[in-house]
């Protein structure tokens, strides 16, 4: 082994714990065994161990997981931060990266080439558990969900091998491999990706309007949706908006685009029926991927307790609206938001499992540093979202505990041929897949237990 083994009882175990999570928001669970792998055949080696001696497996790449995914009670912890390799091949419009490499590190990778990838919107956020999750990264109205950019993988399977998957040669684990998120059964050591041509501008708009407002802008923004190209990002953030001192509902348009055309594609935000209410625009302003990730990096800093979750929904947007009146009107502090981001639609593929997508997508965030206040913020993203439950499409893994409130990351059909593949692959069950209620120690899973 070139990396660390790392025993429950050493001297390093309870740093290499803690510094799994990104979040400050620490998980009570405590693995056996902690591996920092150093390359490929550490994983290997990893796996292997973990089946000598019988104990099951869990996985962080990037270490983002709102709720430590990776960090288990018992068994083995691979961790994977090392891993972090970007080759990027100009001529073939590929790349290969490992799972913990983070968004920006792949964006300078490829920008020397004039290629792009729809990596993950925070800077913060390993490649890993971002496109195993399905991945609505930068630009994935248009480019797709970043894990329908696999060509194939490097994957370490429950029986200890090591194998290049691609969809001639494994088409079910690649299937698997696109969308499943913490389901999936093996340890991915590389990414083969497809990547495109780099965006030549980048312009943003962004509506600051008086939370009075707010209603009206959200069901406007929801209807305006199909007279935006798929090049245009387009979200609302429900919360307070530094600069203006107060609470907001701030609309913003991001085109990935060629000069000419960015005026053109983000033109009707400057149509709203309210815009002569704007407390505060930015409008048509041409910016660049590292000051979005610095944008997206202010929004959630490090330091801070998070709790997150989401909700795809779809319908009349007065009617999503009225359910979402207890998520919206109830947002606890400064620090905390509601994302309403606008999707669509974009068409699935049968090499995917990836199947959870709607119009909008309804996100509470909260972010503390109490760890007395735990509770109260948990149950305003987790428990709010009880009355949107009837309109739902489903989750993102990415932002979504299952273990806290449950609901469909894949098509129900799609989920149970996952588990019949997982069958076949991980008979044993050496790979932890969804974590269930009684592993979660969050105070709202805690408090709600009998």
Not at 394 to 410: E, P, T
Request: proline share 7%; charged share 20%; net charge negative.
């Amino acid at each position: 082994m070139r990396g660390t083994v790392i025993r429950r009882g050493d001297a390093s175990y309870e740093e290499a714990r803690l510094d799994a999570v990104w979040n400050a928001r620490k998980p009570d669970r405590f693995p056996d065994v902690i591996v920092l792998a150093e390359d490929e055949q550490d994983v290997v080696r990893a796996v292997r161990l973990a089946r000598a001696e019988g104990l099951p497996v869990s996985i962080r790449s990037g270490g983002h997981s709102w709720v430590g995914n990776g960090v288990r009670d018992g068994g083995v912890l691979v961790d994977l931060s090392r891993l972090r390799e970007i080759t990027v091949d100009a001529g073939a419009r590929t790349a290969t990266v490992q799972p913990a490499a983070k968004g920006p590190a792949v964006q300078e990778a490829l920008a020397g080439h004039g290629l792009f990838f729809p990596t993950g919107h925070a800077p913060t956020v390993g490649i890993g558990g971002f496109i195993l999750g399905g991945g609505y990264g930068w630009n994935s109205r248009h480019l797709g969900p970043a894990c329908l950019s696999i060509r194939a993988i490097d994957v370490v399977l429950a029986d200890g091998t090591l194998v290049h998957a691609t969809d001639e040669t494994h088409p079910d684990l690649m299937w698997a491999a696109r969308g499943s998120g913490p389901g999936f059964f093996g340890i991915v050591t590389r990414f083969h990706l497809d990547v495109y041509d780099r965006p030549t501008t980048i312009v943003r708009t962004v509506h600051s309007y008086p939370l009075d407002l707010r209603d009206e802008v959200l069901a406007w923004s929801y209807d305006l949706l199909d007279q935006l190209p798929t090049t245009v990002e387009f979200s609302a953030k429900i919360g307070f908006t530094p600069g203006l001192d107060t609470r907001t509902v701030s609309l913003t348009a991001t085109a990935f685009c060629t000069p000419e055309h960015g005026p053109e594609a983000l033109a009707p935000l400057e149509q709203a029926p309210f815009r002569d209410r704007a407390l505060r625009a930015v409008v048509g302003q041409e910016t660049t991927i590292e000051e979005l990730y610095d944008i997206a990096d202010r929004l959630n800093p490090e330091g801070l307790r998070w709790a997150v979750d989401g909700i795809w929904a779809e319908g009349p947007a007065e009617e999503l609206l009225t359910a979402a009146a207890p998520v919206l009107d109830t947002i606890p502090d400064g620090t905390s938001f509601v994302l309403w981001m606008l999707w669509g639609h974009y068409p699935p593929r049968p090499n995917a499992c990836w199947s959870a997508q709607a119009r909008a997508y309804l996100s509470p965030n909260a972010g503390w540093h109490d760890p007395e206040a735990d509770l109260a913020h948990e149950n305003w993203v987790h428990g709010s979202l009880a009355a949107v439950q009837h309109l739902s499409k489903g989750l993102q893994f990415s932002d979504n505990n299952v273990a806290d409130r449950f609901d469909l990351g894949l098509s129900a059909e799609n989920a149970e041929r996952l588990e019949k593949i997982r069958g076949v692959h991980d008979p044993d069950g050496l790979f932890r897949t969804y974590m269930a209620p009684a592993e979660s120690t969050t105070a709202y899973a805690v408090s709600r237990r009998p």
